[in-house]
């Protein structure tokens, strides 16, 4: 901002004529110039963005049309960002341009002054520049409080390519722009592209496997080519759930408003706590749980030990014993068994050595090519006997980073490398997509997609 400030008075102070156009560039390549990084910061994205919509608006100073210059303004910039927004966070608020119309002038207008004032007034009166400060500081909190939208408020659509970004980009600039109101209506269709993103569909016969990054928790996204599987949700916390902001968003990205099944395999918070919004903003027709608490609370199924079915050539198990021992709640976890053609995922939710040892008894044959790490790593789980029976390809840790508990522990570690499988764990590449194919089985890392410079390496 200061450096915008500055670009700006620039030409006055020095006495020489720069247009407005000029000034704005002159203050983007100074930031660049200070902070080369700031590029890959979606901030600075907004911030040109946002000023480069109102300049469009003010040089073409179109102020007696009926609309107040105000509103079109504010309209400009919700324009203006929304493409951006919605790259970068998958999900945009409404009623922007409502609470801008609001938030602008009082930080403009009442704020910035104020809090000039009150830095003054501390070098005169510091008592009474502090109080000024507090109250103006208790006063844009109110402010934010007010304007923090009830869960279930904003549009999420997911992230959308980036030439869908583009097009939304120069739509949003056809929109701002006077004069061609016949490339209005041609803005809308392309606008529409960021809605409809293209679908990487999964081919007949084969699945694909979402381990997604939900931190210290677990959520995995199972899709054949006419269904879809959603094992656990992530957790939920005071300020708002895992689904929400990670499930949800991939669910919209991809296409996905039904779930065929939901399996939550246990109570717990880091594997069920997303449920509720889940099931407010995504059709389910199936509810399994190895949890009874949960199953009369929301009338949901048990997961019955054995219990098979098949979509398309994809064929779907639950293998964990149907007496667990000792019972516990991590004991009660649905463990799921997928297969199609050469590739296999077991998904053991919680379960302890003790589980792990019934199932091998019961399932002696039983090998995979993928397999998560039950309770995310945990030293109770992950067995000697448990790896050394599934020979799994690749071993997946689903946990958050630095966390609490020290998943995965380094007894784990270390017995999936004494036998030289490969791991991979969704703190160091993010989501982790696994394809079965008909040339093979498949593992992709998230970061190896999207890279970024602070993910490199």
Known sequence: ALIMALAMLLPVLINRSMSIWQRYLLALVL?????????????????????????????????????KPLIKTQFAVFLGLFPLLLLWMGQVALIAPLVNLIAIPALTFIMLPGVLVGLMLCLIDP???????????????????RCVLPEGQGLLVGHP???????????????????????????????????FPARDRVQSGEFRATVLDVGQGLSVLI????????????????????????????????????????????????????????????????????????RSRFNAKPCRSGAAWEWGAVRFKYIQPPHPSPLTENNRSCVLLVQSGGCSLVIPGDIESSVEEQIIREYPDLK???????????????????????????????????????????????????????????????????????????????????????TAG
Request: proline share 4%.
């Open 31 to 67: 930031v660049l110039l200070i902070q080369p990084l700031s590029l890959y910061q979606p901030g600075f994205w907004l911030s040109f963005s946002a000023v480069g919509a109102l300049l469009l608006i003010v040089a073409n100073g179109d102020s007696q049309k009926r609309i």
């Open 127 to 145: 008592p009474s520049g502090a109080a000024l400060l507090n109250f103006l500081g208790d006063g844009f909190w109110y402010l934010l409080q």
């Open 161 to 195: 390519s980036l030439m869908a970004s583009v097009l939304a980009v120069l739509a949003a600039a056809l929109f701002i722009l006077p004069g061609w109101i016949g490339g209005r209506g041609f803005a809308f269709f392309m606008i529409i592209a960021m809605f």
């Open 223 to 294: 899709e054949t080519e006419q269904k879809t599987l959603l094992y656990d949700t992530g957790a939920a916390y005071p300020v708002g759930s895992i689904a929400r902001y990670t499930v949800i968003p991939l669910l919209e990205n991809r296409g996905i408003d039904r779930l065929d099944r939901l399996v939550v395999s246990h109570k717990d918070n880091d594997h069920s706590g997303g449920y509720r919004d889940l099931n407010a903003e995504v059709d389910i027709a199936e509810f399994h749980t190895g949890s009874p608490d949960l």
């Open 368 to 454: 995979v090519n993928w397999l998560i790490a039950a309770h995310h790593g945990s030293r109770f789980s992950s067995s000697d006997l448990w790896l050394a029976s599934l020979k799994p390809e690749k071993v997946i840790f689903s946990a958050g980073f630095d966390n609490s508990y020290g998943h995965p522990a380094g007894d784990v570690v270390r017995r999936v490398g004494d036998l030289k499988v490969p791991m991979a764990s969704t703190v160091k590449g993010g989501a982790l997509i696994l394809t079965s194919g008909s040339d093979g089985c498949f593992m992709e890392r998230y970061r190896d997609q999207k890279k970024r410079y602070w």
